[in-house]
């Protein structure tokens, strides 16, 4: 089980209303309790914050909003401690246009990091080399009136893309790698791979022809020639040999939103790709069983023979979990995520039942809501502090925090939950303590069992071990027929009891493990 934290958001230790290292330090042992084996930070390199660190200033400091190294170094010791793995995010893609790199790779066409950025001129008519839009809206190009060229961003203005194609930027950022695994990091979440390379021939992108006003904006177009380009996974292979000089284990994970098909080839060769390429799919994927089903299946069925499957079901980006599917199924999608083959990834606060907080219009900090508004496509809703107890700025912080609250935090927060028999969270707990009992779940096969309008049942299988789990995703009762076994756990907390055999009752938005005789 892999835990994103967004540091921002986790524990604020020094009372400014931003969380911090030592904040996710302080916490550590809240999420042994709760059985973790990981966690992932997003970024907390020095940055002017224009998109909360995703525009890195300098890659290898840390931000004072954050602390400074020495809590860096105190983190990987509790981390070790504990017996946790620490991962960090990685940024390959782009800079901040604050960074050294930058300043110098516009200040001439003659100076020696000149080639670090992706530079273009203007198209005969004055205006862009051609049509590509930035994921934050308006044009991916934005004009340098030093240089008189165009520089290429797949994201803010402010966040030039670096040009991978430059052999000194390639040793610079693999350089990056070894800094932070000099420190001790177990690990990288590589940021935005997919959008690592871009077409050399400057081709227009096509239209969308399913793009509808009221859509995201930058969906106008095919990304084509910015995303998925061939000669990603050669800089992936880099960054794996970088991972590999290094003794132990590490990991290497990548972010990328792509079909099922094209996203398995970031597996690469067994020792040449991603450990994890990030599997996103539950997210978009409509709630029902057969959806479901067929989702796990074709990931299943697509996956290279060395490829070891991952899931999520929720991140820093996207909605929360219990806004898309709704409070009565975040039982039944926790019983899902931590019994599918593979590796987890948690986002923190999905283990209380967190949902979507409302921003008002002037606490708005996330740059896309800001630049393309009223869409839907904010992050902010997801990115509300942590709730770790009933006092006041429910723990996160002793002053008013970045971001509000979410307005049930007195009753919805780790204190209570705790001691609560039944909570989400205790759920979450005994779920993972029951994984790493059964190897079954662990490391077991996956195979499909049933799937209806309102059931999807599984087993997973090691040696004669064989669990049957069974979810309704539904708002009605259902019935199935099941072997006899024995209900090892059940998401509303009954009691276990033996299944004779034959028809199983299953209570609406219920889920069952049973271990079959």
């Known amino acids: 089980m892999i835990y994103q934290i967004y540091p921002r958001s986790f524990q604020d230790s020094n009372g400014d209303g931003v969380g911090d290292l030592a904040g996710v330090l302080q916490r550590l042992d809240a999420l042994v309790a709760l059985g973790v084996d990981a966690i992932w930070l997003s970024p907390f390199y020095r940055s002017p914050m224009a998109d909360f660190g995703y525009d890195v200033r300098d890659h290898v400091s840390v931000d004072p909003i954050f602390g400074d190294m020495a809590d860096v170094r105190a983190l990987v010791r509790g981390c070790r401690q504990r017996g946790l793995k620490l991962i960090v995010d990685y940024i390959p893609n782009h800079t901040s246009d604050r960074h050294l790199w930058f300043a110098e790779s516009r200040s001439s066409r003659t100076n020696p990091r000149r080639d670090w950025y992706v530079w273009r001129d203007a198209a005969p008519d004055g205006g862009p080399p051609n049509n590509w839009l930035s994921e934050f809206g308006g044009p991916a190009w934005t004009w340098d009136p030093g240089r008189q060229q165009y520089y290429y961003h797949a994201f803010l203005s402010c966040q030039p893309d670096l040009n991978w194609r430059c052999p000194d930027v390639v040793e610079a950022m693999l350089n990056v790698m070894r800094f932070w695994l000099d420190r001790g990091v177990d690990g990288f979440r590589v940021d935005a791979i997919h959008h690592l390379m871009e077409r050399e021939d400057l081709a227009d992108n096509p239209g969308n022809p399913l793009w509808r006003e009221g859509m995201d904006p930058a969906d106008r177009l095919v990304r084509a020639g910015t995303v998925d380009q061939p000669d990603v996974h050669a800089a992936v292979s880099a960054m794996r040999r970088v991972l590999d000089e290094y003794p132990g284990e590490h990991v290497l994970i990548g972010e990328a939103y792509l079909p099922l098909e094209r996203l398995v080839t970031y597996y690469g060769s067994p020792d040449a790709g991603f450990h994890l390429p990030f599997n996103f799919h539950l997210m978009s994927t409509p709630w029902t069983p057969t959806a479901v089903a067929a989702l796990v299946s074709a990931y299943e069925r697509q996956l290279p023979d060395h490829g070891w499957p991952n899931w999520v079901l929720s991140n820093h980006d996207r909605s929360r979990l219990v806004s898309r599917i709704g409070g009565s199924q975040a039982r039944v999608a926790a019983m899902l995520l931590l019994t599918l083959r593979g590796t987890p990834t948690l986002y923190q ?159 609406a938005h219920q889920g069952l493990i049973l271990r079959l005789a």
Do not use: C, K
């Not at 942590?386 to 009753?411: K, N, T, Y």
């Open 349 to 507: 606060g999905d283990e209380l039942g967190m949902a979507d907080v409302d921003i008002p219009r002037d606490r708005v900090r996330d740059p896309l809501e800001i630049n393309v508004p009223g869409l839907g496509l904010g992050r902010d809703p997801a990115r509300t502090p942590m709730m770790w107890s009933p006092e006041r700025h429910a723990g996160f912080s002793s002053v008013e925090p970045w971001l509000p609250l979410s307005p049930d935090w007195r009753d919805l927060n780790v204190q209570n939950q705790a001691a609560q028999p039944g909570s989400v969270l205790r759920l979450y707990t005994a779920l993972l303590a029951l994984r790493r009992a059964e190897p079954a779940l662990s490391l077991g096969d996956y195979h499909p069992f049933a799937a209806t309008d309102g059931l999807l049942a599984y087993e997973r299988r090691l040696g004669t071990a064989r669990l049957l789990i069974v979810l309704n995703m539904g708002a009605r009762p259902e019935r199935i027929e099941a072997p006899a076994g024995q209900v090892v756990m059940s998401t509303q907390g009954e009691p276990v009891g033996t299944h004779a055999g034959g028809l199983l009752q299953v209570a």
